[in-house]
């Protein structure tokens, strides 16, 4: 089994920055897919930004340019860089991972397409 552990969520103004983290342990494997997603309250999660084994992206329309999804295989992480905040990005985000991916993901974007998750990290986005 996997296990993922996000860290680096808080409060920040809007325009601000913020840099999540997501360790991956248990078991490893070169062609994972990650991701990351976000849920606010009494809204469905949705998909946020993914990355797959060989490194292409996927980015949803609203954090398109905002927000760099990247990886670190030597130290099991995938981090989510998320500039110029929005009150609308407020959110509990979790990332997510699909272990055996080795051709990529047709739904990249998709709750469906991963088998494990981590607990979530809340980012807070104030006026």
């Known amino acids: 089994q996997l296990r993922l552990k996000e860290s680096g969520g808080g409060s920040v103004q809007a325009g601000g920055s913020l840099r999540l983290s997501c360790v991956v342990s248990?078991?490893?494997?070169?062609?994972?897919?990650l991701a990351w997603f976000r849920q606010a309250p009494e809204k469905e999660r949705e998909g946020v930004a993914s990355?797959?084994?060989?490194?292409?992206?996927t980015y949803s329309d609203s954090v398109k340019g905002r927000f760099t999804i990247s990886q670190d295989k030597e130290k099991n992480s995938v981090y989510l860089e998320m500039n110029d905040l929005k009150p609308e990005d407020t959110a509990m985000y979790y990332c997510a991972a699909q272990w055996a991916c080795p051709d990529g993901l047709a739904s990249p974007l998709s709750v469906s397409s991963y088998n494990y998750w981590g607990q979530g990290a809340q980012v807070t986005v104030s006026l």
């Open positions: 248990g078991y490893t494997y070169s062609s994972n897919c």
């Open positions: 990355i797959d084994s060989h490194h292409e992206t």
